[in-house]
């Protein structure tokens, strides 16, 4: 079962597209979006990916206990 989900949104005004993030995956509203700044749909969904991916290939350091 998907936890959330991921949309490309066209903006009419300028023809380009943003993502829309909707979490729980069957929520009505998107819990965040982006601006439109992307000139596809396929490139705002590798953006998103990729920065997903790196984000979690790159975790924070763990706390030392001090």
Known sequence: MALFRIETVEDAETGRFGIAIYYPADADEPF???APRYKSAAAAETD????????ANNPAPEETGR
């Open 48 to 55: 998103t990916l990729a920065t997903i991916a790196a984000l």
């Open 32 to 34: 965040v979006t982006t």
